[in-house]
T-cell receptor
Framework: EIVLTQSPGTLSLSPGARATLSCGASHRLTNNYLAWYQQKPGLAPRLLIYDASTRATDIPDRFSGSGSGTDFTLTINRLEPEDFAVYYC????????FGQGTKVEIK | QVHLQESGPRLVKPSETLSLTCIVSGDSISDSRYYWGWVRQPPGRGLEWVASINHSGNTHYNPSLASRVTMSVDTSQSQFSLELTSMTGADTAVYFCARQAWSFTGFGVTPTTFDVWGQGTMITVS
């Protein structure tokens, strides 16, 4: 089973800033099978990125994913007020697992 | 527009079996492009994949839960179901049903990302 470790646990930033979230995998992810989700309180998660770098439908281009192998990054350029949320990475290389999440909060 | 809705009891006693159903509308549950899955989230904690199934009844289970999980699908009713036995307080969580893509990988057919979610239902074990 692949274990995903996200850092930092919490990111405190101002609107307009850039957010950089990390996700590390315990084993190399075949074909970079990694996704990112956004979750706001009381709501279901929303798919942002899949295959490490492909934006899902209707996701703004300020969200971008990068990385390969065991190290992956979600970057959010010019944080909007609606971007403050918890973000999860998810692998699907053989089985499905989630990271523990990074909270992006308003500084 | 596809819509998923979970249904089931809100309260389950310890050692009993949880039975949840997800009704799919606005899309065909028989669409071969998708699996249908369950993801849970304990209060204040992260997401955990539970299990997935396709319209033919092919299943994938989280290895840590596989001994207690059974999924089934009823295409005539456009719904799929989850049973989780021997419930304990550690199973208290919001349970989401979701539509899941799949892909052929080096591991065979692999359910991948969740693109449409239900609103979730809070299940308490007490």
């Amino acid at each position: 089973e692949i274990v995903l470790t996200q850092s930092p646990g919490t990111l405190s930033l101002s609107p307009g800033a850039r957010a950089t979230l990390s996700c590390g995998a315990s084993h190399r992810l075949t074909n970079n099978y990694l996704a990112w989700y956004q979750q706001k309180p009381g709501l279901a998660p929303r798919l942002l990125i899949y295959d490490a770098s492909t934006r899902a439908t209707d996701i703004p281009d300020r969200f971008s994913g990068s990385g390969s192998g065991t190290d992956f990054t979600l970057t959010i350029n010019r944080l909007e007020p609606e971007d403050f949320a918890v973000y999860y990475c998810q692998s699907y290389a053989g089985s499905v697992s989630f990271g523990q999440g990074t909270k992006v909060e308003i500084k | 527009q596809v819509h998923l809705q979970e249904s089931g009891p809100r309260l389950v006693k310890p050692s009993e079996t949880l039975s949840l159903t997800c009704i799919v509308s606005g899309d065909s549950i028989s669409d071969s492009r998708y699996y249908w899955g369950w993801v849970r989230q304990p209060p204040g904690r992260g997401l955990e994949w539970v299990a997935s199934i396709n319209h033919s009844g092919n299943t994938h289970y989280n290895p840590s839960l596989a001994s207690r999980v059974t999924m089934s699908v009823d295409t005539s009713q456009s719904q799929f179901s989850l049973e989780l036995t021997s419930m304990t307080g550690a199973d208290t969580a919001v349970y989401f049903c979701a539509r899941q893509a799949w892909s052929f990988t080096g591991f065979g057919v692999t359910p991948t990302t969740f693109d449409v979610w239900g609103q979730g239902t809070m299940i308490t074990v007490s």
